[in-house]
């Protein structure tokens, strides 16, 4: 199985911060590298697919890149509602696994 | 597009649990539903997918044995059934479909809680 290994697991950052996260694979899997976001009591959301597009809907300040293992998800201009725990997760093949999560917390 | 799942369970370790996710607002048998679980304070995990079209399923090696998903083409609603369960099971179940352009999960269901114990 593909490995997903993020980090950090947990920062704190201010309204209006760049924020950046990574998230790196065990082995190679080009592009195939989604990402998500999840609020408390919530169902995780879709944020970016194929690495860096983004989904639509999703607010330009976010962004992804990367292609190989190591890849990025950057919050521009941190908002109110972007606190919460974001997950990458690869689509290169089966079983389909995500990174451990990344809590964005309110400095 | 929207994904609603059935309710909350509570059942004994060795039990049986059955899982509903009914689709609407697509043409159901167009696109794989996946189900992906979160411990209580965990990451998530893939358990499985279903081609609702055909009905054929790829299972997560982990759950293979204990882990059966089907479909109703006639309610649009697909199944996720997990056997002999354990304490480890206890999760939020979530039924996901998967996105037109890659093979990502959007939108979720609400997710499912269930509770193993004795």
């Known amino acids: 199985d593909i490995q997903m290994t993020q980090s950090p697991s947990s920062l704190s950052a201010s309204i209006g911060d760049r924020v950046t996260i990574t998230c790196r694979a065990s082995q190679t899997i080009s592009s195939y590298l989604n990402w998500y976001q999840q609020k408390p009591g919530k169902a995780p959301k879709l944020l970016m697919y194929?690495?860096?597009s983004l989904q639509s809907g999703v607010p330009s300040r976010f962004s992804g890149s990367g292609s190989g293992t190591d890849f990025t998800l950057t919050i521009n201009s941190l908002q109110p509602e972007d606190f919460a725990t974001y997950y990458c997760?690869?689509?290169?093949?089966?079983?389909?696994?995500f990174g451990q999560g990344t809590k964005v917390e309110i400095k | 597009v929207q994904l609603v799942q059935s309710g909350a369970e509570v059942k004994k370790p060795g039990a049986s649990v059955k899982v509903s996710c009914k689709a609407s607002?697509?043409?159901?048998?167009?696109?794989?539903m996946h189900w992906v679980r979160q411990a209580p304070g965990q990451g998530l995990e893939w358990m499985g997918m279903?081609?609702?079209?055909?009905?054929?399923?790829n299972y997560a090696q982990k759950l293979q044995g204990r882990v059966t998903m089907t479909r109703d083409t006639s309610t649009s609603t697909v199944y996720m059934e997990l056997s002999s369960l354990r304490s480890e099971d206890t999760a939020v179940y979530y039924c996901?479909?998967?996105?037109?352009?890659?093979?990502?999960?959007?939108?979720w269901g609400q997710g499912t809680l269930v509770t193993v114990s004795s």
């Open positions: 607002g697509y043409t159901f048998t167009t696109y794989y």
């Open positions: 194929a690495a860096s």
């Open positions: 996901a479909r998967q996105s037109r352009l890659a093979v990502a999960f959007d939108p």
């Open positions: 279903i081609n609702p079209g055909g009905g054929s399923t």
């Open positions: 997760q690869q689509n290169y093949s089966t079983p389909w696994t």
